[in-house]
């Protein structure tokens, strides 16, 4: 019989609970020829691809959203996905590379922060922490960069960098001179995790960078 939109999202949620994820794309596709331009249902099948193995299929999906919808966050973020499982990430890298270019100062931060955790997925942690500061200069209120750049340091074991960046998110919520729940215990965290990783064996660390 036919269901209504509660029992399909229901029906979807059990088959995905099964990783029956075939069963899956043949109840998506049959939504998306009822809609065939809907962003969700195109990301979800891109998805279905990517986690059954499909690679070609769901980068072929997210070659047409994208066309669409070129500055989407989730279809960018899938891409990259896409890209790594299927060994291609330095080819991620590049593509982020050249619509970061593109985009002017202040309208990147997102875009930004996707490139640089990749390039740290990635081992690249130098060029990680020079967009990472890139971003939280052209940000300068948002500490979204600063964060990552405490939490760069804090994976090479650098706890006197954690701490600084970490007062700089301080700042930026206007908090550098009374206690910060949120930021308090990223401190405690970060630098606990960063002193076992320099009593153990440290990753190469970066140089310091000036906030």
């Not at 029956?20 to 969700?40: I, T």
């Not at 990430?89 to 270019?101: D, I």
């Not at 001179?177 to 995790?193: G, K, T």
């Amino acid at each position: 019989r036919e269901l209504n939109e509660e029992e399909q999202e229901r029906l979807l949620e059990q088959l995905l609970l099964l990783d029956r994820l075939d069963d899956a794309k043949l109840l998506v596709q049959q939504w998306l020829n009822q809609q065939p331009h809907s962003l969700p249902l195109g990301l979800l099948m891109a998805d279905l691809h990517r986690r059954s193995g499909a690679l070609e299929a769901a980068r072929r999906e997210l070659e047409q959203l994208l066309r669409l919808h070129p500055s989407n966050q989730e279809l960018l973020q899938l891409a990259v996905l896409v890209d790594l499982q299927d060994g291609r990430g330095q080819n991620a890298v590049q593509r982020l590379k050249a619509q970061f270019a593109q985009r002017p100062e202040g309208q990147r931060l997102e875009l930004g922060l996707l490139l640089a955790d990749l390039q740290r997925q990635l081992g690249q942690s130098q060029a990680a922490a020079d967009l990472y500061q890139q971003l939280a200069k052209e940000s300068a209120e948002d500490i979204s960069a600063v964060i990552a750049l405490a939490m760069l340091h804090q994976e090479q074991g650098d706890a006197t960098e954690v701490e600084r960046w970490l007062d700089q998110a301080r700042m930026r919520r206007g908090n550098d001179d009374r206690p910060d729940p949120m930021i308090d215990e990223l401190a405690y965290r970060w630098q606990l995790r960063a002193a076992r990783v320099r009593a153990g064996q440290p990753r190469p660390s970066i140089p310091p960078l000036t906030p």
